[in-house]
C-alpha cells in the first residue's frame, strides 16, 4: 500500500509539471500566474506598464506634431495672403494708377483681410480653436511631468494688417511697412512651430527605442524557452510512463496481498 500512495504521490507531480509545460507551450509565457515565478512577475507587469505608457506618449506626441502642423499650415496662408497684400501696396504706389484703379486693388486686399481674419477664428484641431492665445500641453512620455508644452498665438499680431488702405499712395506706403512686420512675425511663429515638431520627432524616436529596450527585457524574462521546455516535456512523459507502470505494478501488489487475506 505504501509503494502505492508514493507512486500516485509522484504521478501526481508528474501531471501537475506536465499541466505546468503545457500552458507554456501554449501561451508562449514561461510565466503565467504568481505561481510560476511570484517575484517575475511583478517585475513583468511594472515593465509591461511602462510599455503601454511609452506608446500612450509616443501617440500623444505625434498628436502634438498634427496639432504644430495645423497651425503651421494656418500660418503659412496668412503669410501667403500677406505677401499679396505687399505687393498689391507696391502696385498701389504707383504714380501711373488712377483712384479707381487704387480703390480695385483695395478690393483684393479687403478680401485678403477678410481670409485672415477667418484663418485665425476657424482654426480648430479635435474641435478645439488653434489660435486662442492659450498654452496647450501634451504628456509624451510614461512619468508624471514628461510633457512639451506649444504657446499659441491669438493673431493679435496681424490687427495692423486688417486696418491697412491702399486706396491712396501714402496708404499705400503705410501697407509695406505693416506687411513686413507682419511677416517677420510670422515667420518667426512658423519657426517656433517648427522647432516644436522637431522635438517631437525627436521624443518619439527615444521613446520608442526605450520601449523596444523595454520590451526586449520583458521578453526574456517572460516568454517560453520553448527549445527547453520541448525538452522537459519528452523527459517529463518518459517520467509520467514509468510512473504509469509503477502504479501498474503497486496495484498487482495490493491485490496479490488482498489474495493471500
Given at each position: 500500500?505504501?509503494?502505492?500512495?508514493?507512486?500516485?504521490?509522484?504521478?501526481?507531480?508528474?501531471?501537475?509539471?506536465?499541466?505546468?509545460?503545457?500552458?507554456?507551450?501554449?501561451?508562449?509565457?514561461?510565466?503565467?500566474?504568481?505561481?510560476?515565478?511570484?517575484?517575475?512577475?511583478?517585475?513583468?507587469?511594472?515593465?509591461?506598464?511602462?510599455?503601454?505608457?511609452?506608446?500612450?506618449?509616443?501617440?500623444?506626441?505625434?498628436?502634438?506634431?498634427?496639432?504644430?502642423?495645423?497651425?503651421?499650415?494656418?500660418?503659412?496662408?496668412?503669410?501667403?495672403?500677406?505677401?499679396?497684400?505687399?505687393?498689391?501696396?507696391?502696385?498701389?504706389?504707383?504714380?501711373?494708377?488712377?483712384?479707381?484703379?487704387?480703390?480695385?486693388?483695395?478690393?483684393?486686399?479687403?478680401?485678403?483681410?477678410?481670409?485672415?481674419?477667418?484663418?485665425?477664428?476657424?482654426?480648430?484641431?479635435?474641435?478645439?480653436?488653434?489660435?486662442?492665445?492659450?498654452?496647450?500641453?501634451?504628456?509624451?512620455?510614461?512619468?508624471?511631468?514628461?510633457?512639451?508644452?506649444?504657446?499659441?498665438?491669438?493673431?493679435?499680431?496681424?490687427?495692423?494688417?486688417?486696418?491697412?488702405?491702399?486706396?491712396?499712395?501714402?496708404?499705400?506706403?503705410?501697407?509695406?511697412?505693416?506687411?513686413?512686420?507682419?511677416?517677420?512675425?510670422?515667420?518667426s511663429q512658423r519657426a517656433e512651430l517648427g522647432a516644436f515638431?522637431?522635438?517631437?520627432?525627436?521624443?518619439?524616436?527615444?521613446?520608442?527605442?526605450?520601449?523596444?529596450?523595454?520590451?526586449?527585457?520583458?521578453?526574456?524574462?517572460?516568454?517560453?524557452?520553448?527549445?527547453?521546455?520541448?525538452?522537459?516535456?519528452?523527459?517529463?512523459?518518459?517520467?509520467?510512463?514509468?510512473?504509469?507502470?509503477?502504479?501498474?505494478?503497486?496495484?498487482?501488489?495490493a491485490s496479490a496481498v488482498l489474495n493471500l487475506l
Amino acid at each position: 500500500m505504501k509503494i502505492q500512495s508514493q507512486s500516485t504521490s509522484i504521478f501526481n507531480r508528474i501531471e501537475q509539471t506536465s499541466n505546468k509545460l503545457n500552458q507554456q507551450l501554449s501561451s508562449g509565457k514561461r510565466v503565467n500566474s504568481a505561481a510560476d515565478d511570484a517575484a517575475a512577475l511583478q517585475i513583468i507587469d511594472r515593465l509591461t506598464s511602462q510599455q503601454n505608457g511609452y506608446s500612450q506618449g509616443i501617440r500623444n506626441a505625434y498628436d502634438g506634431i498634427s496639432y504644430s502642423q495645423t497651425a503651421e499650415s494656418a500660418l503659412s496662408g496668412v503669410n501667403d495672403a500677406v505677401s499679396r497684400i505687399r505687393e498689391l501696396s507696391i502696385q498701389s504706389g504707383n504714380g501711373a494708377l488712377t483712384d479707381s484703379d487704387r480703390q480695385a486693388l483695395q478690393d483684393e486686399v479687403a478680401q485678403l483681410q477678410t481670409q485672415i481674419t477667418e484663418t485665425f477664428e476657424n482654426t480648430t484641431f479635435g474641435g478645439a480653436p488653434l489660435f486662442n492665445g492659450e498654452s496647450t500641453s501634451f504628456q509624451i512620455g510614461p512619468d508624471a511631468n514628461t510633457t512639451k508644452t506649444l504657446a499659441q498665438s491669438d493673431g493679435s499680431f496681424a490687427n495692423d494688417i486688417l486696418t491697412v488702405d491702399i486706396s491712396t499712395q501714402a496708404g499705400a506706403q503705410a501697407a509695406i511697412d505693416v506687411a513686413d512686420t507682419v511677416a517677420e512675425e510670422l515667420n518667426s511663429q512658423r519657426a517656433e512651430l517648427g522647432a516644436f515638431e522637431n522635438t517631437l520627432s525627436s521624443t518619439i524616436r527615444s521613446s520608442s527605442n526605450q520601449r523596444e529596450n523595454i520590451a526586449a527585457s520583458q521578453s526574456r524574462m517572460q516568454d517560453t524557452d520553448y527549445a527547453q521546455a520541448v525538452t522537459n516535456q519528452v523527459s517529463n512523459d518518459i517520467l509520467s510512463q514509468a510512473s504509469i507502470a509503477l502504479r501498474g505494478q503497486a496495484n498487482q501488489s495490493a491485490s496479490a496481498v488482498l489474495n493471500l487475506l
